[in-house]
């Protein structure tokens, strides 16, 4: 069954640098999300992404954070420059079309640890 | 926007007994109402949900109900496995649109044996 899988698992980063977190959706999907869980608290939206522009964005999405879909398989989750409060699990999802497009499927996530 | 309430935070059941984990949502225009169970340090993974037009979905020892004008939903686990423990986290989507999912503030089950 296809999976939609993240690189990295981990990463260790300064405050101030820029992280780029990737992303590979599943195949046949056309949307595209970010979610990020602080550990212990529930996950939480960041934005949606369709037809190469964002369609919708939550208000942690801020100018620091940028999403692209560079090539027809990758979708990465660029933050400028990090700040402590950036450490959590970040997911990505993806979903289908037609009548299953509300169905988003989870990656692994990448564990972000800004010190 | 949306909100989902979730409770109990915590619950511990022995092996083989039910477990009923209950949402409410604040928003009427929602009418997508998926359930993930996410395991320790892994992905949630989607374990069955229910659109507004239907008011119960079962799938073998899971089901889901719903109540649109109470706006609640519920998750409810017969002949629980100790496999079944797990961070449940419901949420609430309106469907058709491929918007974002707003979760609830999980459930962390525990089966006893």
């Known amino acids: 069954e296809p999976e939609v899988t993240q690189t990295p698992s981990h990463q260790v980063t300064q405050m101030g640098q820029e992280v780029i977190l990737r992303c590979v959706p599943i195949?046949?999907?056309?949307?595209f999300y970010w979610y990020r869980q602080i550990l212990g608290q529930k996950v939480e939206f960041l934005v949606s992404?369709?037809?190469?522009?964002?369609?919708?964005k939550s208000e942690i999405f801020d100018d620091q954070f940028s999403v692209e879909r560079p090539d027809g398989s990758n979708f990465t989750l660029k933050i400028r420059s990090t700040k402590l409060e950036d450490s959590a699990m970040y997911f990505c999802?993806?979903?289908?079309?037609?009548?299953?497009?509300?169905?988003?499927?989870f990656g692994p996530g990448t564990r972000l640890l800004v010190l | 926007g949306e909100n989902v309430e979730q409770h109990p935070s915590t619950l511990s059941v022995q092996e083989g007994d039910s477990a009923v984990i209950k949402c409410t949502y604040s928003?009427?225009?929602?009418?997508?109402f998926p359930w993930y169970k996410q395991e320790l340090g892994k992905r949630p993974q989607l374990i069955i949900d229910?659109?507004?037009?239907?008011g119960e979905k079962k799938d073998q020892r899971i089901a889901v109900t719903l109540n649109k004008t109470a706006k609640h939903f519920s998750l409810h686990i017969t002949e629980t496995q100790p496999e079944d423990s797990a961070v449940y986290f419901c949420?609430?989507?309106?469907?058709?649109?491929?918007?974002?999912?707003?979760f609830g503030s999980g459930t962390q089950l525990t089966v006893l044996p």
């Open positions: 999802a993806s979903s289908g079309y037609g009548a299953s497009r509300e169905t988003q499927y």
């Open positions: 195949s046949n999907h056309l949307y």
């Open positions: 992404f369709y037809n190469n522009e964002i369609s919708e």
């Open positions: 928003d009427s225009a929602s009418n997508y």
């Open positions: 229910i659109r507004s037009n239907v």
């Open positions: 949420a609430a989507s309106i469907w058709g649109s491929a918007r974002q999912l707003t």
